[in-house]
């Protein structure tokens, strides 16, 4: 078996929130929304289709044919807008399997996804797609096996509702929590669970305390967290490395910069996702974990 078949990799190839925002300010951290491709053993599973998505199909033009698991959290614009760009869903013999729950209303997520590919909204419709498209409605709560693989999800706080993933494989584990609001009055069982012992944790850090809490302009009830919760959730959950994900598009370099700072003052084990990043697991201890550089990283 290959070596490759060992390992348990974390790629992201879109860590922005609400809206992309590419230029010059946003150059270190990237401008697309989120998306992020775990390779784990020999499956490939890839969570939320935003902008990132695109570039994750671009990656894979010189791999196919292709099959991979998708893991949708919701359908707001930044989590599928990638999904009408992505190339290898177009070719015939790739192979997709699409899962994502209900959403309150009870239309499916292949309905939604159809809806944004219809007129006026785009040219393209999904029928077009020569791919194997097989879309799986998920219960809240349902364990999806894939081989050794778990995937795992729960219901978090966010308008309109959103669900949060793990995975877990051969005693290694990654929680994937964005678009989560934290509560008001203690941390949320939910998220606690999810990233309950975590390698790595991966999670919505929109806003600062300052900005969610602002006289001015509150984001309280808008549906995104804070690092400095992230770090509480990080600690009260075990987590061993703490990624902060979902940027504001506000937040220029410079200023993710200065909340990687701090974070890192209070949790020592805190990453700021950037685009192209890649998060190995590797050897015998979950302990062990290396975060590659974009530069470091070959795709």
Not at 2 to 21: D, E, K, M, P, Y
Not at 171 to 176: E, K, Q, R, T
Not at 178 to 198: I, P, Q, S, Y
Not at 205 to 215: F, L, R, V
Request: net charge negative; with cysteine; hydrophobic share 40%.
């Amino acid at each position: 078996m290959s070596s490759t078949h060992n390992l348990f990799t974390i790629q992201f190839w879109g860590v922005r929130g609400s809206i992309a925002c590419p230029g010059p300010e946003t150059v270190r951290y990237g401008g697309n929304t989120p998306c992020i491709e775990m390779r784990v053993g020999s499956e490939r599973l890839i969570f939320d289709g935003g902008t990132g998505l695109r570039v994750l199909g671009q990656s894979l033009l010189s791999q196919m044919p292709v099959e991979a698991y998708m893991f949708f959290t919701h359908s707001h614009w930044d989590h599928i807008q990638g999904v009408p760009f992505f190339i290898p869903a177009f070719v015939k013999g790739n192979c997709f399997h699409i899962y994502g729950a209900l959403s309150p209303n009870g239309a499916s997520l292949k309905q939604r996804l159809t809806d944004q590919m219809l007129h006026p909204n785009f040219p393209v419709p999904l029928q077009v797609m020569q791919a194997d498209l097989r879309f799986n409605d998920l219960k809240i709560g349902e364990k999806v096996e894939i081989g050794e693989i778990t995937v795992e999800n729960a219901l978090l706080n966010h308008p309109g509702e959103a669900v949060g993933y793990r995975v877990s494989w051969r005693g290694y584990s990654a929680a994937y929590i964005t678009d989560t609001e934290h509560l008001a009055d203690g941390l949320d069982k939910n998220v606690l669970w999810l990233a309950r012992n975590a390698d790595v944790m991966i999670y919505d850090a929109t806003y600062t305390d300052e900005e969610y809490y602002s006289k001015a302009s509150s984001r309280v009830g808008w549906g995104h967290s804070t690092w400095q919760e992230a770090i509480k959730v990080a600690k009260a959950a075990n987590v061993k490395k703490l990624v902060i994900f979902h940027h504001d598009p506000l937040h220029n370099d410079d200023f993710l910069d200065h909340v990687g700072e701090q974070a890192a003052q209070q949790f020592p084990n805190t990453l700021m996702a950037r685009e192209g990043q890649t998060i190995q697991l590797v050897g015998a201890s979950t302990q062990n974990l290396v975060a590659l550089e974009e530069a470091k990283v070959s795709v």
